[in-house]
T-cell receptor
């Protein structure tokens, strides 16, 4: 079973700060997902990565396959970025995802 | 498109009662799955389906049944509710099969279930 570890578990930042959330996994994967869970509970997909780097607005996701590690960066953070960020991995040809326990981000004005 | 819809949003049951959580998607996705989310833990897979008529167990299937009679619907049945099933339940779907392994998952809004 692929273990997925996220750090930190909780993160508080001031508006405008650069934020990094980390995700490590234990075995080879075919894809890694970053998800955002809003305070109201809804979950949306932010990124899906199998290599390299992706950028969408102020969000950047990177993955290092050799080191089994991914990072999610938020530039110029804003209070509306406050949410739980979840890393999930897909192994091989399986469709199922294994999830990390999430990082609670709070951005203060 | 409505995406993935779930009903009800909230439910309170007594121990031993049964109920069905509904999930539907209008994106013609083949793959659908049910997860439960508990405090301090990642989402855990209960059951999943790769197409109509095909279902399989995930990590925590005990106490739950599923069926997939159509592509659109994937209901989750609690046979005899227990307090350990108090959780938030999410349904998700994604498209593509076979060689197309990297697919975005779309989540429903969740059902918050309390078993007394």
């Amino acid at each position: 079973k692929n273990e997925v570890e996220q750090s930190p578990q909780n993160l508080t930042a001031q508006e405008g700060e650069f934020i990094t959330i980390n995700c490590s996994y234990s075995v080879g994967i075919s894809a890694l997902h970053w998800l955002q869970q809003h305070p109201g509970g809804g979950i949306v997909s932010l990124f899906m990565l199998s290599s390299g780097k992706k950028k969408h607005g102020r969000l950047i996701a990177t993955i290092n396959i050799q080191e089994k590690h991914s990072s999610l960066h938020i530039t110029a953070s804003h209070p509306r970025d406050s949410a739980v960020y979840i890393c999930a991995v897909r192994s091989g040809s399986a469709r199922q995802l294994t999830f990390g326990s999430g990082t609670q981000l709070t951005v203060l004005p | 498109n409505a995406g993935v819809t779930q009903t009800p949003k909230f439910q309170v049951l007594k121990t031993g009662q049964s109920m069905t959580l509904q999930c539907a998607q209008d994106m013609n996705h083949e793959y659908m799955s049910w997860y439960r989310q508990d405090p301090g833990m990642g989402l855990r897979l209960i059951h999943y389906s790769v197409g109509a008529g095909i279902t399989d167990q995930g990590e925590v299937p005990n106490g739950y049944n599923v069926s997939r009679s159509t592509t659109e619907d994937f209901p989750l049945r609690l046979l005899s509710a227990a307090p350990s099933q108090t959780s938030v339940y999410f349904c998700a779907s994604s498209g593509g099969l076979g060689l197309e392994m990297v697919n975005e998952q779309f989540f429903g809004p969740g059902t918050r279930l309390t078993v007394l």
